[in-house]
């Protein structure tokens, strides 16, 4: 059931990327790249959502997807990267709230653990929270300066523990620090 739904979600870009191309006689290779493609774009494409929608692909979840992929795509991801850039850990929050609040209602790819498990992680005090991954499942991360991660994660742990007592004994909490960004070397 669940890679079926992945799937559709997948679909629903493709599906939207195919009208695009056939529409416009473009080529392009992604979604971004139809986006991307001129200033008249994005409107450009919520018209051709309307009219590309099918039993399965209604013309609502068609423009509901381009309104959180360019929400995620031009908002919160570059938002969310200049708030830790300045160090503001509040503005960065706004953003991943926003993000998941999409992921949430937009893509509808997030289970009830998936939620809670936000939910608890901002309860429990964590800066910041999100799903993150394919979604219908997976991982959430959060975000909690290094000196309370044990406590956090004990209290993390058992109020998912206690939210899903059939999920306790195959939930895993591990903690890790954020690695290296990307970077490129140059042969000199």
Known sequence: DARDRYNRVSRTITHLLDAWNRTTGRHDPSFGAALGSGPEARGLMQSIARRAATPEFHAALLETRIL???AESYEHVPRA?????????????????RSQAWAERALGNQVPETITLVQLALAEG?????????????????MVPQADVTPFMERWRAGYVAAFPMHGARSHFFATRPGTPAFELTAV
């Open 81 to 97: 990267a200049e708030a830790l850039v300045a160090g503001d850990l509040h503005a960065f929050a706004v953003q991943v709230a």
């Open 126 to 142: 964590a800066v910041a929270a999100s799903a993150f991954g394919a979604g219908f499942g997976g991982s959430v991360w959060a």
């Open 68 to 70: 959180q992929f360019m």
